[in-house]
């Protein structure tokens, strides 16, 4: 039996929760996956695993051994990494997930870059708006907006996101142009975002000095993904609030209006994590400095409070 290896499964499954998402995440069978904490268990002559039906569950002395063993692993890394001259040259591969909306407008148009950059890493990028478990999943990082829920992880932040208040020339023709934020819930049709994850929806929201008012309606389409929203925006089904980064292009062309501009939206600050058991990889380390290089060269990301807001 490959000792380290058999470790680096057993650490798989505990943290993906099952052998049959440890065994896709590591791209093994689950035979292969089972078969090497089994003779792991074998060799140390304890139970590590409960296992039922639908999970396993880490026994004491299988929390023990992880706990010990993730840290090994980390250090062994980090001495392959500084013997191979991987800080250089990063290399293996690695998994990022990024919203819709970043990874169409900035990671992928800067995507050769990076492989121009760093040759010898493979990168697996997962594009969804959904918030993933970066440790169940085995995601190396993310690029993720807005406050961070799991304090146990490692947040850098790279930028802050700022929203205008938008509708298309067919809709404003439609229904006329908002003078003021209550006639947005009075006399106008509402386009909501809603979380994919939850299922709230998010209020379109309005900041001028100290007056605050948020629109939770009415409406009658929502969407929960950033680059359909942006083309129900642009199809004039209603209000809708999006980033400047997304607008830029959509301003540009005239297919949307910005409205009411003396009133702000709260900013959204944008944070490359890692889990922390991550941090000594090197190619995770080039991936966040290449991503926070790449954001503090975006101008519509590096915005900042008006004195306003």
């Known amino acids: 039996m490959d000792q380290i290896q058999a470790m680096r499964i057993f650490t798989r499954v505990v943290e993906a929760g099952t052998f049959t998402r440890a065994a896709d995440s590591l791209s093994l069978p689950k035979a292969t996956v089972t078969k090497h904490v089994q003779a792991l268990e074998e060799r140390l002559r304890v139970k590590l695993l409960n296992r039922t039906t639908r999970r396993v569950t880490v026994t004491a002395d299988g929390a023990a051994y992880y706990e010990r063993t993730v840290r090994l692993l980390a250090d062994l890394d980090d001495i392959e990494a500084s013997m191979t001259n991987a800080r250089a040259n990063p290399l293996g591969r690695l998994r990022v997930d990024v919203g819709t909306s970043v990874a169409q407008l900035l990671i992928i148009p800067h995507l050769a870059e990076f492989q121009a950059r760093y040759p010898d890493i493979q990168l697996d990028l997962g594009v969804s708006d959904r918030t993933v478990d970066l440790i ?91 680059n359909a929203y942006v083309s129900a925006a642009v199809q004039g089904l209603g209000i809708a609030q999006i980033t400047s980064f997304q607008a830029q292009r959509h301003l540009q062309s005239g297919a949307l209006v910005q409205l009411l501009p003396e009133w702000t939206q709260p900013l959204l600050p944008v944070y490359v994590v890692y889990p922390p058991n991550r941090h000594l990889s090197a190619k995770v380390r080039a991936f966040v400095d290449w991503a926070a290089e790449l954001f503090q060269r975006e101008p519509y990301m590096q915005r900042t409070e008006s004195p306003s807001a």
């Open 136 to 226: 169940g999943d085995n995601v190396d990082c993310v690029i993720r907006g807005g406050a961070l829920s799991d304090q146990s992880l490692v947040a850098r932040r790279i930028g802050n996101l700022e929203f205008l208040t938008v509708a298309s020339p067919d809709y404003l023709a439609r229904k006329g142009t908002p003078a003021h934020p209550l006639e947005v819930e009075e006399k106008h049709s509402s386009l909501l975002y809603f979380s994919p994850q939850s299922g709230r929806h998010y209020p379109l929201e309005f900041r001028k000095g100290a007056e605050s008012i948020d629109i939770h309606g009415p409406y009658q389409v929502s969407v929960n993904e950033a």
